[in-house]
């Protein structure tokens, strides 16, 4: 079965610091990877999506690589901003189904 | 511009006694989907609608149920909520491509239940 592992949490950061957020997956045929952001009492809002091997996707400063090699597509951001703060999920979808696959989830934390 | 919409955003409920929560959205997509989150967990999908036909999961317990008498309209149904079900409900809505099922779902803002 699909699986999404995403590297253990909590993350606390400084203003403008480098972020990376790991995640692998292991799936069933070709998965299309995404990242959802959710702010606190919020709903999921997409972030980025990569749909096929070697796809960048970006957005808001962030980018994530689809490795079809690594099955990985871990998140990345040049310089985080106290606005960043916020829990991040990986996910996937294969064409074999309508359903989000989720990593638990990672709770970040920017401070000034 | 509010795409998926989600209505109240906190419901307050008593043990027992039913309640409804709704979604709706201006996407025009035509599935749309139901997830319960708890504090700390990712989103856990209850089921979904692929236009009128409906989608249980396994472990989606018989207390839960909804309605989609439309399009643009889906609503979630707890007939009898206990205090284990107070969560953030989430609705989301995806193109169904002809491809097959990858295409990316949208939330909406969510509907947080506090059971008393």
């Known amino acids: 079965g699909n699986s999404v592992t995403q590297m253990e949490g909590p993350v606390t950061l400084s203003e403008e610091a480098f972020l990376t957020i790991n995640c692998t997956y292991t799936?069933?045929?070709?998965?299309?990877l995404f990242w959802y952001v959710q702010y606190p009492g919020e709903g999921l809002q997409l972030l980025l999506k990569?749909?096929?091997?070697?796809d960048k996707g970006s957005n808001k400063g962030f980018e994530a690589t689809y490795r079809k090699e690594t099955t990985s597509f871990h998140l990345e951001k040049g310089s985080v901003q106290v606005s960043d703060s916020a829990v991040y999920f990986c996910?996937?979808?294969?064409?074999?189904?309508?359903?989000?696959?989720f990593g638990k989830g990672i709770t970040l934390s920017v401070r000034p | 511009d509010a795409m998926v919409i989600q209505n109240p955003r906190y419901q307050v409920t008593q043990f027992g006694k039913p309640v409804t929560l709704s979604c709706s959205q201006t996407?025009?997509?035509?599935?749309m989907y139901w997830y319960q989150q708890k504090s700390s967990q990712a989103p856990k999908l209850l089921f979904h609608?692929?236009?009128?036909?409906?989608?249980n999961e396994a472990d989606t317990p018989d207390n839960f149920q909804s309605r989609r008498p439309n399009t643009s309209f889906c609503f979630l149904d707890i007939r009898s909520p206990g205090l284990g079900d107070a969560a953030m409900y989430l609705c989301?809505?995806?193109?169904?491509?002809?491809?097959?099922?990858?295409?990316?779902?949208?939330f909406g803002p969510g509907t947080r239940l506090l059971v008393l």
């Open positions: 989301a809505t995806s193109r169904e491509s002809f491809r097959g099922g990858e295409e990316t779902q949208y």
């Open positions: 799936a069933t045929g070709y998965p299309s």
């Open positions: 990569a749909t096929k091997a070697d």
């Open positions: 996910a996937l979808i294969t064409g074999a189904n309508s359903k989000l696959t």
């Open positions: 996407l025009n997509h035509n599935v």
């Open positions: 609608y692929y236009d009128k036909d409906f989608n």
